[in-house]
């Protein structure tokens, strides 16, 4: 018993210092709240307990889950392929990344209309130094007539290919072939 009295007198002399009724003060009057918190808790616990008890609930989920999965019509080859997919995607993820980097550079592109119009003047001026598309109407009609008018003329013979090859129009033409060829050939 006398130990008994010299706890207690222990516990009283700690209770006196003013840190410890300060928080006694604060535990009195956070309790409802505390006491609330803890209701709640314990109702969610219950429910979830009860859940997991219900065998026809879980029944139904597992059911439900079952069909969507079913309506998929997942084959071996489809999970095959997605294994496959899984062990690519290391080396798959950076790709997609400067797909993205491109895809939001190219979108803000276009969305800056001053940048488009640029662009459209630019590519506009490059492609009537070698092609006059401004005089495009009149070069196609004037085309069609020259063919109607020389249409029954002699075959063209190889002197006659030789002769148009010296042509500046189908010089420029043939070099920008060549341009484009040797161009293509580096990106093999």
């Not at 002399?13 to 006491?35: C, G, H, M, N, R």
């Not at 889950?65 to 997942?74: A, C, N, T």
Request: charge should be negative.
């Amino acid at each position: 018993m006398a130990e008994q009295t010299k706890e207690l007198a222990d516990v009283m002399l700690k209770l006196e210092d003013e840190a410890q009724i300060a928080s006694l003060q604060y535990l009195v009057e956070k309790l409802p709240t505390f006491v609330e918190t803890l209701k709640v808790a314990e109702d969610k616990l219950d429910f979830i307990t009860s859940s997991l008890q219900d065998e026809q609930s879980l029944k139904v989920i597992a059911n439900d889950v079952e069909e969507k999965i079913e309506r998929l019509h997942l084959t071996e080859q489809h999970v095959n392929a997605m294994m496959d997919l899984m062990q690519l995607l290391p080396r798959l993820t950076p790709l997609v990344q400067q797909l993205d980097n491109i895809a939001a550079f190219a979108e803000s592109v276009w969305s800056d209309k001053r940048t488009v119009d640029q662009l459209l003047t630019t590519t506009k001026e490059t492609v009537n130094l070698y092609l006059p598309l401004d005089q495009g109407q009149e070069i196609l009609t004037a085309t069609k007539e020259e063919f109607a008018r020389t249409k029954n003329n002699a075959p063209i013979s190889v002197f006659g290919l030789m002769k148009m090859i010296k042509d500046p129009v189908v010089q420029d033409g043939l070099k920008m072939m060549q341009a484009f060829l040797t161009t293509m050939n580096k990106y093999r």
